[in-house]
């Protein structure tokens, strides 16, 4: 067979007793008049690229189970490429990311799971959907990891006062302590927790800046971060883009909805609203017998609705000696929580629906349909994300799900394809 070169043209020569004209074969018989030969073997059309072969394309990616084989699918060409951006197909499995910087797909219908590891001098921070956070020396940015598609954030160190209103709407609770008298009279740095990108102008954060844990935004590429002064009255735990708008929960399981607005002129960010949409109540705390439980919380979307999701890991405490004592991880219980906006509260349900499963992680949660993969609906997908290191010390395995129907825990094991 000829060789190709990357766009698709040949580099000329024979192939098998056929002369390769621009975009046909002419088949040649020393013994044969050409004349003489049917019009329809004079000439066939040979595709001098993917992109020749649209159609195909389109069956092809029906039927591709993973991200890694979209991504792959993506490669061929530009034209399968734009034909990936222009299809909405069911989301694919994602990719499972730990802090390490070690990446594992979930075994698909045929029980294969593909890896990959991250060098250890990439500085990875953490994901962001389909983008991996980076972050060196105070320096940090978004690469899509396929595409090499970069987006540089501001650095750790640039940062100033957000503009926004100073109450929240639905919140009696008035700080008078300015946020400018707390951090930014400092030499520090802000500490990112977690990323969400808003669009493709707006970034959004969970952030550590000295005693604070706060929200902040950004645009990629520009020269600081807007930290917003909130961190002062509440405690944010977890946050989601969702329907135009940010929403966070608190440490009272209160839920905020925060509107932003962009002047694409001279490229201001600044909070137009703020307003507690959900009031949380004191939540049931799990205990067991000598033990100690470990809570999280986090904001998820499934099929249009906002939930909370609520995990406990329960350990046992054992005594080593007399000086140190140990904790064993035991179990773990998840309970689901939808926003009701109309009664201003969460409501508990027993699970999502069959077909879904949520995957849960610090950095990202995700939720999706997961029949066509032969994996378990309204099953709670989660990881070792660094939040709680005593219950995966001793784990057999660094991948774990919970099925809410019967409230077992499984262990998913790390196999390779």
């Known amino acids: 067979m000829a060789r190709r070169d990357e766009t ?5 020569g024979d192939v098998g007793g056929a002369r390769r004209r621009s975009g046909q074969i002419v088949f040649e018989d020393p013994t044969a008049d050409p004349e003489m030969l049917p019009s329809n073997m004079t000439e066939i059309y040979y595709p001098q690229s993917w992109s020749d072969l649209p159609e195909l394309g ?8 993973s991200h890694m084989d979209h991504v792959r699918f993506a490669a061929a060409c530009s034209h399968w490429r734009f034909i990936r951006r222009q299809h909405s197909l069911p989301q694919p499995l994602p990719w499972l990311a730990f802090p390490d910087g070690t990446f594992l797909g979930l075994p698909h219908t045929k029980g294969i799971q593909e890896t990959f590891n991250l060098p250890n ?5 953490s994901s962001c959907g389909d983008w991996l ?11 899509e990891p396929f595409s090499m598609v970069t987006l540089t954030l501001p650095g750790l160190s ?4 957000m503009d926004e209103p100073v109450g929240i709407i639905n919140d009696p609770v008035i700080v008078n302590e300015e946020m400018h008298d707390v951090v930014f009279h400092k030499d520090t740095k802000i500490s990112l927790c977690k990323v969400t990108m808003c669009s493709e102008l707006l970034v959004a954060a969970i952030v550590d800046i000295g005693p604070i844990h706060t929200v902040a935004w950004c645009r990629p590429t520009s020269a600081s971060w807007f930290v917003s002064e909130l961190g002062l009255k509440r405690s944010i735990k977890d946050m989601i883009f969702y329907k135009g708008k940010l929403y966070v929960i608190d440490n009272l399981k209160d839920l905020l909805a925060i509107e932003v607005r962009e002047d694409h002129d001279g490229g201001n960010i600044r909070i137009s609203q703020i307003e507690c949409v959900l009031e949380g109540s004191f939540p049931t705390i799990r205990l067991i017998e000598d033990g100690i439980s470990y809570i999280g919380e986090y904001l998820i ?3 249009g609705t ?8 329960f350990g046992k405490v054992f005594d080593d000696d007399m000086i140190s004592t140990t904790i064993k991880p035991v179990g773990a219980h998840f309970e689901i929580y939808a926003a009701d906006f109309q009664l201003r509260r969460w409501v508990e349900v027993k699970g999502v629906e069959d077909d879904e499963a949520p995957f849960l992680g610090k950095s990202y949660c995700r939720s999706l349909s997961v029949s066509r993969y032969k994996l378990k609906g309204n099953f709670v997908f989660f990881l070792d994300d660094g939040t709680c290191d005593r219950f995966w010390k001793s784990a057999p395995s660094r991948c774990a799900g919970y099925n809410m129907r019967n409230e077992d825990l499984v262990f998913i094991p790390p196999l390779t394809g």
């Open 8 to 12: 698709g043209d040949n580099d000329g």
């Open 133 to 143: 956070l980076f972050s060196r020396e105070g320096t940090c940015f978004l690469m």
């Open 301 to 303: 979307e499934s099929n």
């Open 158 to 161: 640039s940062f100033g006062p």
């Open 306 to 313: 906002l939930l909370r999701v609520r995990r406990t890991f």
């Open 121 to 125: 001098s990439a500085s990875y921070h």
């Open 58 to 65: 389109d069956l092809v990616l029906r039927r591709l189970p």
